[in-house]
Nanobody, 129 residues
Framework: QVQLVESGGGLVQAGGSLRLSCADS????????MGWFRQAPGKEREFVAA?????????????LYADSVKGRFTMSRDNAKNTVYLQMNSLKPDDTAVYYC?????????????????WGQGTQVTVSS
């Protein structure tokens, strides 16, 4: 059973950085695409970033980002550690939200929340101005 646990959230000033981690304590990520979503108070959950499982020929993992974070956030994965990361730089107050890790039982990436099968409990990120 997949059990996703996020960590790394906290309070940071605008312009600062945080790195979120998401570990699967239940089983391997093998074959799974992973995503990060966030939800701010009073707003709907929104897509942040996603990463595919490694291509079988190139071993390359594809990434996809929301326009609002492109160039500032980087998603990566360490399959040996069953962990994905979200490096967040140049943080803005608008990035304040609960960040959720999600996994889907397919290799390809998507920005659609309903296509993810597993979710973590979330970690709070607060960016002060």
């Amino acid at each position: 059973q997949v059990q996703l646990v996020e960590s790394g959230g906290g309070l940071v000033q605008a312009g600062g950085s945080l790195r979120l981690s998401c570990a699967d304590s239940g089983r391997t990520f093998s074959g799974y695409a992973m995503g990060w979503f966030r939800q701010a108070p009073g707003k709907e959950r929104e897509f942040v970033a996603a990463i595919s499982w490694a291509d079988s020929f190139t071993y390359y993992s594809y990434t996809l980002y929301a326009d609002s974070v492109k160039g500032r956030f980087t998603m990566s994965r360490d399959n040996a550690k069953n962990t994905v990361y979200l490096q967040m730089n140049s943080l803005k107050p608008d990035d304040t939200a609960v960040y959720y890790c999600a996994g889907r039982t397919r290799a390809s990436i998507t920005r659609e929340a309903h296509e993810y099968d597993y979710w973590g409990q979330g970690t709070q990120v607060t960016v002060s101005s």
